[in-house]
């Protein structure tokens, strides 16, 4: 089956910095790689998701790159704010809409 | 409802005791899922139901979880002789699967489960 490893497990930075996190997946066949948030105490919420007949995808002040040569997709977040900090999953889906496989999740946190 | 509906938030329970867990979806969607988050653990994918399909059981880590979702709405996951390693907040999610452009999971608020 599909496994998803994502890095890093924590990630600390200061207000208006940028944050990366990268996650590699296992089964080329993987086609829909979403990117979830959630907030403390929160339920897991789709921030962004990229198909792999792309390789960057852009909402305001996040973005999703996939390259499915070395398969890995990595989630950007320019110009961080506190209410950013959250833990983040990323997901990989070899048939498109059937099961998803979630990595370990990044717990963000911007300082002010 | 608007959204997936889980119920109990709660469930403190002692070891060796059957516990069942409910999950009412978003109207209309076919896919349900039902995940298992432990702390530092991510998301453990367990159970997926798609329509009438037989579900994706490959999740399950073991005979004591079962689960059914029946008429196609309402799911129950159930436990038997829960141990200690059960401890873990039970998400639900919904979507509307293969029939949709989106593959947007809804999740719910979870079940959180302590086992004495």
């Known amino acids: 089956g599909e496994n998803v490893e994502q890095h890093p497990s924590t990630l600390s930075v200061q207000e208006g910095d940028s944050a990366v996190i990268k996650c590699t997946y296992s089964?080329?066949?993987?086609?829909?790689f979403p990117w979830y948030k959630q907030e403390l105490g929160k339920r897991p919420q789709l921030i962004i998701d990229?198909?792999?007949?792309?390789g960057e995808k852009k909402d305001q002040r996040i973005a999703v790159t996939l390259n499915k040569t070395a398969k890995h997709f990595s989630l950007h977040i320019t110009e961080t704010q506190p209410e950013d900090s959250a833990v983040y999953f990323c997901?990989?889906?070899?048939?498109?809409?059937?099961?998803?496989?979630f990595g370990k999740g990044t717990m963000l946190l911007v300082s002010p | 409802g608007a959204g997936v509906s889980q119920s109990p938030s709660n469930k403190v329970t002692e070891k060796g005791k059957d516990v069942e867990l409910r999950c009412d979806p978003i109207?209309?969607?076919?896919?349900l899922y039902w995940y298992r988050q432990s702390l530092g653990q991510g998301l453990e994918f367990l159970i997926y139901?798609?329509?009438?399909?037989?579900?994706?059981k490959s999740g399950l880590p073991s005979d004591r979880f079962s689960a059914e979702r029946t008429g196609g709405s309402v799911s129950t996951l159930t436990i038997q002789r829960t141990q200690q390693e059960d401890s873990a907040v039970y998400l639900c999610?919904?979507?509307?699967?293969?029939?949709?452009?989106?593959?947007?999971?809804?999740f719910g608020e979870g079940s959180r489960l302590t086992v004495l």
């Open positions: 999610a919904s979507s509307l699967g293969r029939l949709a452009g989106t593959g947007e999971l809804f």
């Open positions: 089964d080329s066949a993987s086609n829909y």
């Open positions: 990229i198909r792999s007949n792309v």
């Open positions: 997901a990989a889906s070899p048939r498109g809409y059937s099961t998803l496989t």
């Open positions: 109207s209309g969607h076919t896919a």
């Open positions: 139901f798609q329509g009438n399909s037989a579900p994706d």
